[in-house]
Structure formats: structure tokens, C-alpha cells
């Protein structure tokens, strides 16, 4: 049975004169997009992103013109606009049986959390102030952009494919594929090869266009049998992670050819490799080698485009082009033009154990700059990956301890200049001094932005922060068990020689473990720093060592935190320094 699609717009060409208008910088043409959004709406069942794009520009232009509204009208405005927005995308997921948290579902949408925040400060807490509203608000209408109206204009431009030419394409690759075979076979064993293949993509090539790539073509290549073989014997495996000189000699060829041929091919081709790896993480991890191991889940299994062999051969295929393309001149070149960058925003948007090995090559190939900047979120993925981590360790020499004072002074001098000198929300007195806030150094990031080597900001960041906050209770727990064992003044004059080193050994082996979570700690802020002042996140005369957010979350709240954190790790540090000066004198 055809299920039908009811849509108010009567035509591909209205829906996107309407997006062209909704996004136009012209108040007039803007105003035409609503206008065409009401009369949408008159018709039936209007989609929610398309409600929510109109709410936002409708007061962008009541924000800009006349006649003029108060402030808090304004905040009321945009809060509820925002509520509507995340509400209107987050509830269609709800399943009956269950409720699900709206943050889960936000994260499965690649929508920012913080508009997930912001909806709960907005419905529960105080209105938050009107920059980081507007600030929202911008930030919702490039996602809608991003996630809805191209996605939407891409599905409705696409002409179908009718089942003949699907026939004529998957006979015109199997020929190709026999003829090929044949090829390097007698390649191997005679001086003179059959030719054969060159009349089959011939063929080939007459049967496609352009609109067929997407449809037509790239699923018949990735389907088992095609770029991936049927035999799993034929497949790259865990202890040889390349690519057969068969399968190279066989499919290389054709997909030189047809990227030639047809200007969409490449990306296409990587766009459809990249989306084969998609997976759930329902994989065995193997803790000798942190890899996908054999013998995953059932589940996984049943799907012959999801099992461990065929997304290993898919990993190889693109580790492959990365690295041959890098190499050779662009004449020379596997694909033309092929965009490193959007490789990198899909491994780093979809983490898991096959797009990390995407994500190394890349490394491997990059420059200094890209790879110092890509190192840190390969860093976080292995530890995201890993069953169980933070070993004990070796121990760490005196460059790796932090300055304790000169952090906590620091911290104080910034501390006061943000309560004092710098207030917050000079400009918005009617707003309480907790609630949310702008700061002046913030530069909004639009998700799938990646411009001259920059990475866009994503949940990864707020999860290694995350990581290093558990870090943090980690560190000071091991300090306080090596205080214990060199507090225990019990029965110590009736204790053996072998309880003795027994307790020294522990001690050691807890140190072991205290210097390295300091090191990891001061690593890890270090690193999210420096990638924050490049982005321009964070102002230039931020701390070294400390990362500073400016985000949403109040700069004065963060640096409060941290403050306290800092000084409870120095009191620790300080208390097992003086115990352990103490400890010879009383032996």
C-alpha cells in the first residue's frame, strides 16, 4: 500500500522559493515567506520546523522594526518561540511505552543541548537574558537551515529511479565486474589480457546520468558483492586492516572513471561509505587492542550491511582514498576534490569504533595545524570506546605536578575581576544575577560549520569536560586512600616486614595513580583551551590552564567551580606532602 504525503505547498519550486525568502536578508522578501507560511498553515497541518522557522524570522523583524515592544516582551517572545521549537522537534520521538529524556533525543537529532537547557531555564527557571535569546535564536534558524529545509530540498529534487534502469544498472556492474576479473586474472598468467571490461563500462556509461548516481548507482556498489565481496574470506580482517591488490585492480579503476565522468560521483561515493558506518554501538570491544572484537551482537548480525566484516571492508575503502589522494598529485587522484573536512565532521558526529579508524588515517595525513587540533578529540574517542580505562600507571616525573599556588592565585585575581570590575549584565538589570547570560567574547557556531581547518563545536567538548569532572573526584578519592595508609597508626609495632612493604607498595601505586590523573587533568583543560581561543570562544587573556567557558552556563559561575576545585585538590596535595615528611621521623 502507497502511503501518501499530504503537503500544503503545491509544487518543489514554491517550497523553495519560500525557504529562499524565509532565509533572505531583504525585510520585504522575508515578509512574503510568512505571508506564504499563513496561507501554508490555512491548508492543513503545517511541519513543525517550518512553524519554528517562521516564528524566528517573524520576530526577527519585530525585534528590528516597529512599533517598538519592551524588552521583556521581546524575551517572552523568543522564549516561547525556543520552547515551541525544541518541543515541536523532540515530541514526535516520544514513544508511547516509555518516556524517553528530551536530552537523549536531542543528542540522537544532533540538536545542541544547550537549546535543550535553554527550553528548561526558560519553562522552570528565569528568563533568560535577551542576547543569549536572540543568540538562540539565530543558532536554532541555521540548524532548521541545516537539518530540515536542505534536507528537504535535496529528497524533493531528487527525480526517481524506475526499476528498468536499477536492472540495467546492477547488469551493467555485473558486467563490468566479470569482464574485470577476467582482466587481472590473465593479467597474473598471460602477456596478452582480455580487454573486455573497456566495452563494459562503456555500457556502463550509457545506461546512467547524473540523477542516477545517488539512487541508482552508489547503493548497487555498496550492496554485498559489490565494492564489499560476499566471501568474508575475501574481506579485510582485525590482523590485516587493507585492502586485497584484487579488490583494488578490480573497483579502483571503475571509480576513477565514473568520478571523471560524473561530477557528483565522488562525493557521493564517500557520502554513501560514510553512511554505512552509522551504527549502533552494539559491538564486543576487545581490551588488548581497544577494537571491535569478534563475535558481536546477534542483533547487529542479521543485517549483512552491519556486520564486522563488511564495515571493516568499508573502513579499509576509505582509508584507502585518504591516504592514496594525499599522496599523488591531483591528476593522479582517486577522487577529485575530495573534502577532508566533511570526512571529519561525520567521524566526529557519528564516534564510534570504525570511524576512529577513519579518523586516525586522517590524522596521519594531515598537516601540523589540523592534526594538533584533531589529536585532542581522537584522544577522547579512545577513552569513549574503551570498556574500562586509567590504569595505575607509571610514575610521573616533577614537570608533570601543577603549580598550585600560582593556579589558585590566578584563579582568585580572575574571580574578583568578574565579580567586580566586569558585571555581567550591566545592560539588563531586570535580569537576577544567576540566571543566563551572554558573554561579550562569545562567538555563536552554526553545528556543521567547518571553515579553514576549524572544528564546530558538538556535545564531544561537553562530554570531555564531563570526563575531566570525574577525573577530578577520581583524583581527590586517591589522595585521600594514600592518607589513610600513612594515617593508620594501628598495630604498627607488631607489623612484619612483608605488611610494611605491602603498605609502601600501595602507597607508591596510588601515587603512581595521583600524578597521572594530574597530568591527564591539566592535559585535557589545556587542550579544550586552546582549541576554544583559536575558535575565539574564549578571549586571548583566559588562563592557561584552566578552561573558561563562554557559554551560556555564566562565566562568574564557572570560574567559582573551578576555584573551588583547585583549592580542594591543593589542601589534599598539601595534607599528603606534610604526612609523608612526617612519616620518616616517627619510623
Not at 499530504?6 to 515578509?31: C, G, K, N, R
Not at 574517542?381 to 610521573?396: C, E, F, M, N, R
Not at 577525573?471 to 607489623?495: F, M, P, Q, S, W
Request: aromatic letters at 6%; proline letters at 4%.
Amino acid at each position: 500500500m502507497v502511503i501518501v504525503r499530504q503537503i500544503p505547498w503545491t509544487s518543489f519550486e514554491e517550497f523553495q522559493m519560500v525557504q529562499q525568502w524565509l532565509y533572505s536578508d531583504s525585510p520585504e522578501e522575508a515578509q512574503k515567506g510568512l505571508d506564504r507560511v499563513a496561507a501554508w498553515a490555512s491548508r492543513g497541518k503545517l511541519p513543525p520546523a517550518i512553524a519554528s522557522t517562521a516564528a524566528f524570522v517573524q520576530l526577527r523583524l519585530r525585534d528590528r522594526g516597529v512599533p517598538i515592544i519592551t524588552q521583556n516582551e521581546l524575551r517572552l517572545q523568543y522564549a516561547m518561540s525556543l520552547i515551541r521549537f525544541v518541543n515541536g522537534i523532540v515530541d514526535p520521538l516520544q514513544r508511547k511505552a516509555f518516556i524517553m529524556a528530551i536530552s537523549d533525543i536531542a543528542e540522537s537529532l544532533q540538536l545542541p543541548l544547550w537549546f535543550v537547557e535553554l527550553r528548561h531555564a526558560s519553562t522552570h527557571e528565569y528568563l533568560p537574558g535577551i542576547s543569549i535569546l536572540r543568540d538562540a535564536a539565530d543558532q536554532a534558524l541555521h540548524w532548521l537551515h541545516d537539518y530540515y529545509w536542505t534536507q528537504e530540498l535535496q529528497a524533493d529534487s531528487g527525480s526517481p529511479i524506475d526499476v528498468n534502469t536499477i536492472c540495467l544498472i546492477r547488469s551493467g556492474l555485473k558486467d563490468y565486474k566479470d569482464y574485470r576479473k577476467l582482466h587481472v586474472k590473465e593479467s597474473k598468467t598471460k602477456g596478452n589480457p582480455s580487454m573486455q571490461f573497456k566495452a563494459a563500462l562503456g555500457r556502463l556509461r550509457r545506461c546512467i546520468s547524473a540523477p542516477h548516481i545517488r539512487d541508482g548507482v552508489i547503493p548497487e556498489l555498496l550492496s554485498p558483492g559489490g565494492l564489499v565481496p560476499i566471501s568474508k574470506k575475501k574481506r579485510p580482517t582485525l590482523d590485516n586492516m587493507k585492502l586485497s591488490k584484487d579488490l583494488i585492480d578490480l573497483w579502483i579503476l571503475l571509480v576513477k572513471e565514473l568520478d571523471k565522468e560524473y561530477e557528483n560521483f565522488g562525493k557521493e561515493l564517500i557520502d554513501g561509505l560514510l553512511k554505512k558506518l552509522d551504527v549502533q554501538e552494539k559491538f564486543r570491544m576487545d581490551g588488548k587492542v581497544s577494537y571491535v572484537a569478534p563475535g558481536s551482537s546477534e542483533s547487529a548480525e542479521k543485517d549483512a550491511t552491519t556486520s564486522n566484516s563488511y564495515l571493516l571492508t568499508i573502513v579499509c575503502y576509505l582509508n584507502y582514498i585518504i591516504s592514496h589522494d594525499s599522496r599523488k598529485e591531483p591528476a593522479e587522484r582517486i577522487i577529485s576534490g575530495l573534502d577532508l573536512n566533511d570526512i571529519i565532521e561525520h567521524c566526529l558526529r557519528s564516534r564510534n569504533i570504525f570511524t576512529r579508524e577513519v579518523l586516525k588515517v586522517v590524522v596521519s595525513v594531515s598537516d601540523a595545524s589540523l592534526r594538533a587540533d584533531l589529536e585532542p578529540f581522537l584522544h577522547y574517542i579512545d577513552h569513549y570506546l574503551s570498556v574500562k580505562h586509567l590504569g595505575s600507571g607509571k610514575a610521573t616525573d616533577g614537570s608533570m605536578e601543577i603549580d598550585m599556588d600560582s593556579e589558585c592565585k590566578e584563579l582568585a585575581d580572575r574571580l574578583k575581576e568578574v565579580r567586580g570590575d566586569k558585571p555581567l549584565m550591566a545592560s539588563e538589570d531586570d535580569v537576577p544575577s544567576d540566571a543566563w547570560t551572554i558573554i561579550d567574547t562569545h562567538t555563536p557556531r552554526i553545528p556543521k560549520v567547518m571553515e579553514n581547518n576549524q572544528l564546530a563545536e558538538s556535545t564531544i567538548r561537553i562530554k570531555q569536560l564531563h570526563d575531566i569532572e570525574k577525573k577530578l573526584v577520581d583524583l581527590v578519592e586517591t589522595a585521600g586512600d594514600a592518607i589513610a595508609i600513612l594515617c593508620d597508626e594501628g598495630h604498627r609495632d607488631e607489623e612484619s616486614e612483608q605488611s610494611i612493604k605491602d603498605r609502601i607498595a600501595a602507597f607508591q601505586e596510588l601515587a603512581s595513580r595521583y600524578f597521572t590523573l594530574v597530568n591527564e587533568i591539566q592535559t585535557a583543560l589545556r587542550s579544550n583551551t586552546r582549541f576554544l581561543r583559536k575558535t575565539g570562544s574564549i578571549a586571548m587573556s583566559t588562563t592557561k590552564s584552566i578552561p573558561f567557558r563562554a557559554t551560556i552556563s555564566g562565566q562568574q559561575k564557572e570560574l567559582e567551580v573551578w576555584t573551588a576545585a583547585i583549592e580542594t585538590i591543593h589542601q589534599r596535595v598539601e595534607q599528603l606532602r606534610q604526612i609523608a615528611h612526617e612519616q620518616p621521623a616517627s619510623s
